[in-house]
């Protein structure tokens, strides 16, 4: 089984800055890719950030040019480091893994992120 661990998150005041990270440990083998989902409440959960094998990495046009991802493949290891944080980026914030033949997906439990005005 995979185990992702997140931490990081907090209460900030807007224009602030977090930085999120995931470990991952367990059955990890041939990961595909890692990301960031978030939820806020009466929401659907919705991507954040991913990077995915070669590197390459894909963000919601909500979060391009605050939010970067990245990765340390040697401690599987996923961070995001969240600048200028406006009140509406407040949510859960969930990692996930995804890896094997079968593209397996797999969620950490979230951490929480709130930004106030």
């Known amino acids: 089984q995979v185990q992702l661990v997140e931490s990081g998150g907090g209460l900030v005041q807007a224009g602030g800055s977090l930085r999120l990270s995931c470990a991952a440990s367990?059955?990890?083998?041939?990961?595909?890719?890692m990301g960031w989902y978030r939820q806020a409440p009466g929401k659907q959960r919705e991507l954040v950030a991913r990077?995915?094998?070669?590197?390459?990495?894909n963000y919601a046009d909500s979060v391009k040019g605050r939010f970067t991802i990245s990765r340390d493949n040697a401690k599987n290891t996923v961070y995001l480091q969240m600048n200028s944080l406006k009140p509406e980026d407040t949510a859960i914030y969930y990692c996930?893994?995804?890896?094997?033949?079968?593209?397996?997906?797999?969620w950490g439990q979230g951490t929480q992120v709130t930004v106030s005005s």
């Open positions: 367990g059955s990890i083998f041939n990961i595909k890719a």
């Open positions: 996930q893994l995804t890896q094997g033949l079968g593209w397996n997906i797999f």
């Open positions: 990077i995915i094998l070669g590197g390459s990495t």
